[in-house]
């Protein structure tokens, strides 16, 4: 009889009183759906050595730093990284970048192989994923996923 009454206890304070409908109608689904989240800046994810030189031990940079600006050039995605630095005419350049909240400069060399340039960072600048869509809201066209996070593994961001 303990146990019963204890489950009904349970039961009893788990389950809302009260609930909030903030739609009348709701469509149920449970389809996976694909997620690519794109971001105004790139993000340090790794790095890799050329002539010795590896940028993440020798400078202040880290993984999961963001990059916002070459030689004052605004940088919002792989491709502006890659144009702002194979048109320079020397192998340093200053790079702006986010750790928090704070913004930092650093200067950073530059490798020339093949016609480009190299810095020896890996970067990205979106992230791919998958969610399971749990409900569409037709009448506040909003939905919902759920199950799944979306987390960049090396700098868990």
Same mark, same amino acid.
Do not use: C
């Given at each position: ?29 449970? +389809? ?19 002539? $010795?030189?590896?940028?993440?031990? &020798? =400078? ?13 050039? =605004? ?6 990284? +890659?144009?702002?630095?194979?048109? +320079?005419?020397? &192998?340093?350049? #200053? ?5 928090? #909240?704070?913004?930092? +400069? ?12 190299? =810095? $020896?960072?890996?970067?990205? &600048? ?5 969610? =399971?869509?749990?409900?569409? &809201?037709?009448? #506040?066209?909003?939905? $919902? ?13």
């Amino acid at each position: 009889m303990k146990k019963f009454i204890l489950s009904l206890l349970t039961i009893y304070l788990f389950i809302p009183i009260s609930v909030f409908a903030y739609s009348d109608y709701l469509i149920a689904s449970g +389809q996976n759906i694909g997620i690519e989240l794109k971001s105004d800046y790139v993000l340090v994810v790794g790095s890799y050595k050329i002539k $010795g030189y590896n940028v993440l031990t &020798d =400078t202040e940079l880290k993984i999961g730093d963001k990059i916002i600006k070459i030689n004052d050039e =605004t940088i919002n995605s792989v491709l502006s990284l +890659q144009e702002v630095i194979n048109k +320079q005419n020397n &192998d340093i350049v #200053n790079v702006t970048y986010k750790r928090g #909240n704070k913004t930092y +400069q650093e200067e950073i060399k530059l490798y020339k192989e093949d016609g480009e340039y190299k =810095t $020896g960072l890996y970067v990205r &600048d979106m992230i791919r994923g998958v969610a =399971t869509l749990t409900y569409i &809201d037709a009448e #506040n066209k909003s939905f $919902g996923a759920l199950g799944h996070e979306i987390i960049e593994k090396t700098t868990k961001s």
